[in-house]
């Protein structure tokens, strides 16, 4: 049981305190627990550890999508990014923008 409030808590307690609390009787009155009751403590164990395995597999394929989904997000800004760099370089490369070299000092004009 996955345990994600105080009353996810508070419930997995009162279920362990109650089978402490069997247990605990039945050795007092110096019996073993019967077959029976050992059988249907092991099926209600099995079914909820089998609950347990189908909640963690959910939360695991979530988990999963949702990297998925970033994975996915980064690469779009990645081939976009790409995209405006090659496009700034064919500006560049084919005359339409001069590259900015800086500030550069003017020369003084000379006088006629």
């Not at 949702?66 to 996915?72: F, N, P, V």
Request: hydrophobic content about 30%.
């Amino acid at each position: 049981m996955d345990i994600k409030n105080l009353q996810d808590a508070m419930k997995l307690q009162k279920e362990l305190n109650e089978k402490l609390n069997q247990r605990l009787e039945a050795l007092r009155k110096g019996k073993a627990p019967s077959l029976d009751a050992l059988i249907k403590e092991k099926e209600k164990s099995l079914t909820r550890l089998r609950s347990d395995v189908k909640n963690a597999a959910k939360e695991r394929e979530l988990a999963v999508k949702r990297w998925d989904q970033r994975i996915e997000q980064r690469q779009a800004s990645v081939t976009s990014l790409e995209n405006e760099l090659v496009e700034l370089k064919k500006q560049v490369t084919g005359g339409d923008i001069k590259p900015n070299t800086g500030n550069r000092k003017k020369s003084p004009r000379k006088k006629k």
